[in-house]
């Protein structure tokens, strides 16, 4: 009935697959509404960041939680010399 393969692979993607399948998911669902909800974005940069993360998937989620996303505000160079 079940071969070797199949008893060895089925608790595997039991316990990690389907785990980081979710867990990728969630992280894609959370950067796509916060693109939307972003108010240091301009209307372009938003529209721009939707559209990366929706065809770009997961990828285009963690290019914007590391490059899209706005900093804090920082002081002006000037302001602290």
Do not use: C, S
């Not at 993607?13 to 992280?27: N, Q, R, Y």
């Not at 509404?33 to 993360?53: P, S, T, Y």
């Not at 490059?67 to 000037?78: L, Q, V």
Request: charged content about 10%.
């Amino acid at each position: 009935m079940f071969g070797l393969i199949e008893l060895v692979l089925l608790p595997l993607v039991l316990l990690f697959a389907i785990p980081i399948g979710l867990a990728m998911l969630a992280f894609w669902v959370w950067m796509l509404i916060h693109a939307i909800q972003n108010k240091g974005l301009n209307d372009g940069e938003r529209i721009a960041w939707v559209l990366v993360i929706v065809f770009v998937h997961f990828l285009g989620a963690v290019l914007y939680f590391f490059i899209g996303k706005p900093k804090g505000k920082m002081p002006p160079a000037a302001a602290t010399a």
